[in-house]
């Protein structure tokens, strides 16, 4: 998965920006540069949502953490760790890699059947909402008004026949950092980065 920055937020697997220099100097001059590198639990993020943010439909994406829908609830966790996510469920499940149900880890996204679904040709392949896996067998979404953000037992959100997917955008077995970009530089994606490190190499 291509990763896209949100706002001064981006994600980055440092391996893949192909660098003839080590991981430890690719950081030094990083750090030179401005970029700050932050440690972003997503579901302690999520986790302190549940007394704090309210569900509306339709929630506008700017609204977010404070008036959240189960879409934008989950674009806005994952923009926080510099991961830019769309902003409906079905096209949340587009992206990312695929993963089976019993193969969930923590911060995979769960898409099932909700109370609308959207669907591209199938309607028995519709989505309706989504949520985020904690690892603890629970998953924490968006639910509607009177819940607001809510973390249910998996076999509860899931239910019967309910299950339409799932994604994961932080690979299991590599290692994704997120930075903080500077105000002096401009990134757009994860790729940036790499020709904003090879500029500052000795010529």
Not at 4 to 20: E, F, I, Q, S, W
Not at 54 to 69: I, M
Not at 141 to 164: C, Q
């Amino acid at each position: 998965m291509e990763y896209r920055a949100v706002g001064n937020r981006c994600a980055v697997v440092l391996d893949t920006l192909r660098l003839p220099i080590s991981r430890e100097e690719t950081l030094a001059i990083l750090d030179y540069q401005g970029f700050a590198m932050v440690n972003v639990d997503i579901i302690a993020l999520a986790r302190q949502c549940i007394s704090r943010s309210k569900y509306r439909r339709g929630a506008k994406p700017s609204e977010a953490p404070t008036v959240v829908d189960c879409s934008s609830f989950i674009k806005w966790l994952y923009g926080r760790r510099g991961i830019w996510l769309p902003r409906r469920s079905i096209q949340q499940r587009e992206l990312g890699e695929v993963v089976n149900f019993d193969e969930l880890v923590a911060g995979d996204v769960i898409f099932v059947s909700g109370w609308i679904d959207y669907y591209h040709d199938d309607p028995a392949n519709g989505v309706g909402h989504v949520g985020i896996y904690t690892g603890d067998k629970t998953v924490i979404h968006a639910a509607n008004e009177e819940a607001n953000i809510m973390e249910s037992p998996l076999d509860t959100f899931v239910g019967n026949t309910k299950f339409r997917g799932a994604r994961r955008y932080i690979p299991k077995d590599e290692e994704v950092l997120t930075f903080e970009t500077p105000p002096t530089k401009e990134v757009e994606m994860a790729d940036d980065i790499r020709w904003i490190v090879l500029q500052s190499l000795p010529k």
